[in-house]
C-alpha cells in the first residue's frame, strides 16, 4: 500500500474531512435503517442491511472445513467405530475427553468404549482429537455450534450416546436439516431458558 506522506490544505484544517466522514456515516445509517424498515415488511430482503450478522434469525454459511461440535462415527451395523485407544484424549489439550474401555463381547472386536464423554465447557474445538483418531471414529463436520444451553451444568458433558445419536441424525436428516432443528431449539431456548425442552 502506498502511503500518503504529505497531506493538502484542505486536509490538514479537518473540518472537511470530519464533514466528509459524518456525511458517509450517516448516509450508512439512514440507508440500513430504511433496509431494516423494509425488511420487516417483507421488501428487499435480498439486500443485506448491515455487515452485522442477525443471529440467530439469519447465519452465515460454514465452510466445509468447519469444526463444529462432535460426532462418533458407526460401523455400517450401527456400532460404535471407536476402538478405545485413547489417542484422542491423549492428544486433547483441554484434557476434556474421557473414556472407559471395556473388553467387547465379539472376540473379533478387542475393545470399546464403555464410555465416551466430551466435557465442551473445557473444550477449545481445536480438532486435534479427529487427527489423532487413527480410525475415523471421531468427527467434528456436524456444522452445529456449541448450544447455550439452560444452566445445568450436566448438559454440556456430551456423552457416547449423544456422540452417536448425532451421526444417525447426520445420516438420517442431513446436515442442513440438522442445523434448522438446532436453531429451532436455540431459539427456544433464547425464548423461555429455564422451561425449554431440551433434549
Ligand atoms: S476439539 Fe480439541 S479440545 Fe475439543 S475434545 Fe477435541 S482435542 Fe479436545
Ligand atoms: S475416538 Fe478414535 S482416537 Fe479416540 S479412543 Fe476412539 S478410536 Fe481412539
Known sequence: MKRREEMNFFERIYVIEVAKGTLITFTRLV???LLHVLHEVGIRRHVPAAATIQYPD???VYPARFRGRHRLTLKPNGDIKCTACFLCATACPARCIYIEAAEHEDPKVEKFPRRYEIDTLLCIYCGYCVEACPVDAIRMDTGLHPEVYPPDPRLFIEDKET???RSRQ?????????FQDHMKK???IEKHPFTADVP
Not at 170 to 178: K, T
Open 58 to 60: 439469519e447465519r452465515r
Open 170 to 178: 447426520l445420516e438420517d436428516l442431513g446436515p442442513e436439516q440438522l
Open 163 to 165: 456422540l452417536m445419536m
Open 186 to 188: 436455540m431459539k427456544a
Open 31 to 33: 440507508r440500513n435503517l
